[in-house]
């Protein structure tokens, strides 16, 4: 079974500071390991991903994310925190070569974060 | 816009109505997703549809009813709902047998049982 924990349910961050959102997740094979955002009342956007290769990843709107396979984590993070990245930031992983078969994707329960002028 | 759309944006239902909503994508995808989001809980997999047929049912109640016409389209019929159905609903679509490909989804439906 997969499964995907973020431990916090808020994160406030000033503006211009460093972000970032934790992750942890559980797999029994290879972890496929996503980011999306929402904004209110809107769907899921997608951020970024890791398949493979460099543990940091870079994805949309100056996001970036590490893959620590000993931690089994996959934090999100950006340099400088605008306003505009206010929302509902959801983690999700994909249990890829398992043999287990599942191929949607578990989510995390969401951390809000705000960004404070 | 992320090529999945839904319809309608917002709905008000009475518990006896019937109503359907609809999810429609355009990127080619093979398998389709239907999600609900409630407010401070996490967001629940559905439905899940893969080149047309039904492969999960996670336990959900009978007054929801899925169906998919072909690999582009996808509908949850609604009937008999209760207060504690109303939440957001959301379509995804994605590419079976690409392990590493991301789900893309519609804006929602946001659903109001009276």
């Known amino acids: 079974a997969q499964s995907v924990a973020q431990p916090e349910d808020q994160v406030n961050v000033a503006e211009g500071n460093p972000l970032t959102v934790k992750c942890t997740y559980s797999?029994?094979?290879?972890?496929?390991l996503f980011w999306y955002v929402q904004y209110p009342n809107r769907g899921l956007q997608f951020l970024l991903k890791?398949?493979?290769?460099?543990?940091l990843v870079k994805g949309s709107y100056g996001f970036e994310a590490e893959f620590n396979k000993s931690q089994t984590s996959f934090h999100l993070k950006k340099p400088s925190a605008l306003v505009s990245d206010s929302a509902l930031y959801f983690c999700?992983?994909?249990?890829?070569?398992?043999?287990?078969?599942?191929?949607?994707?578990?989510f995390g329960k969401g951390t809000k974060l705000s960004v404070i002028p | 816009e992320t090529g999945v759309t839904q319809t309608p944006r917002h709905l008000v239902m009475g518990m006896t109505n019937k109503k359907s909503l609809k999810c429609e994508q355009h990127?080619?995808?093979?398998?389709m997703y239907w999600y609900k989001q409630s407010a401070k809980k996490p967001l629940e997999l559905m439905f899940v549809?893969?080149?047309?047929?039904?492969?999960e049912n996670n336990s959900v109640p009978s007054r929801f009813s899925p169906e998919c016409p072909n690999s582009s389209h996808l509908f949850l019929h609604l009937h008999t709902l209760q207060p504690e159905d109303s939440a957001l609903y959301l379509c995804?679509?994605?590419?079976?047998?690409?392990?590493?490909?991301?789900?893309?989804f519609g804006q929602g439906t946001r659903l109001t049982v009276v």
């Open positions: 797999v029994s094979g290879n972890p496929y």
């Open positions: 890791y398949i493979t290769g460099d543990n």
């Open positions: 999700a992983v994909r249990d890829y070569g398992s043999g287990a078969g599942s191929y949607q994707l578990t």
């Open positions: 990127l080619g995808h093979n398998a």
């Open positions: 995804a679509s994605s590419q079976v047998g690409d392990g590493g490909a991301e789900a893309f």
């Open positions: 549809y893969n080149f047309k047929e039904q492969t």
